[in-house]
């Protein structure tokens, strides 16, 4: 008989679940993730929920390819059966519209995390660096995002008059500045820091609040005003 390797005779600290509840979801493997997703495992074939999700990743590499992949082929799977199939399809329709929500006209700013889910889908495909600056009221209500330069980012490219001009006209009372990393890596550059250095000092004579730098990566982004850089 099959000895069914179940998962909650592992370690707590070793369980998807308690270490999703414990370090946060970004703590976990992305088989771990897909584990939580799909629940259990199969009595009839030894595997346990950890298992099918090396075996989804195994076979369609990555979230993207179980998203892309017919229902038909997640089922050939052994053990993944239509319960599964169902509860995998339906998290990563999620995703994907979250990842396509906008950040309306006139929502006010509640975190990067909106940022980061605003610019993400139309950075997602660029070859190069783009910069905006997203203009806020007093209430820290999203006016209009306005692009001001595409290429490497240095300092002739993001210079004050060019970022504030618009600033002034749309009479804002506050900034974010964003921009992506093609690598899909967001730490910012020295250069990154610099210009956000002068930006911010220049709001600050001019009696703009600069709220936040973010810097967009593939799967993640880089705050400055979470890390204490503003």
């Not at 210009?195 to 799967?219: A, C, N, S, Y």
Request: charged share 30%; hydrophobic share 40%.
């Amino acid at each position: 008989m099959i000895r069914y390797r179940v998962i909650t005779e592992w370690p707590k600290e070793e369980r998807p679940r308690e270490k999703l509840l414990d370090g946060g979801a970004a703590s976990l493997t992305d088989a771990e993730l897909l584990a939580i997703i799909v629940g259990t495992g199969s009595a009839s074939t030894g595997e346990n929920a950890v298992d099918f999700g090396r075996a989804l990743l195994a076979r369609f590499k990555n979230f993207r390819g179980i998203d892309a992949a017919p229902a038909t082929e997640l089922r050939a799977i052994k053990g993944i059966g239509a319960a599964k199939t169902a509860q995998l399809k339906a998290c990563l329709e999620i995703a994907r519209r979250m990842g396509g929500e906008k950040w309306e006209e006139g929502v006010p700013l509640r975190s990067p995390e909106d940022v980061f889910r605003h610019f993400r889908p139309q950075f997602e495909t660029e070859k190069h660096e783009i910069f905006y600056v997203v203009l806020l009221n007093n209430k820290n209500r999203r006016i209009r995002d306005v692009k001001i330069s595409e290429g490497s980012l240095t300092a002739s490219l993001v210079h004050p008059r060019e970022v504030y001009n618009p600033v002034i006209r749309d009479s804002a009372a506050a900034v974010v500045f964003v921009h992506n990393h093609p690598s899909g890596d967001p730490a910012p550059s020295q250069e990154d820091v610099e210009i956000t250095r002068r930006l911010k000092e220049v709001g600050e004579i001019m009696g703009i609040r600069v709220l936040d730098h973010v810097v967009v990566g593939r799967d993640r982004y880089f705050s400055f005003s979470d890390r204490g850089m503003l």
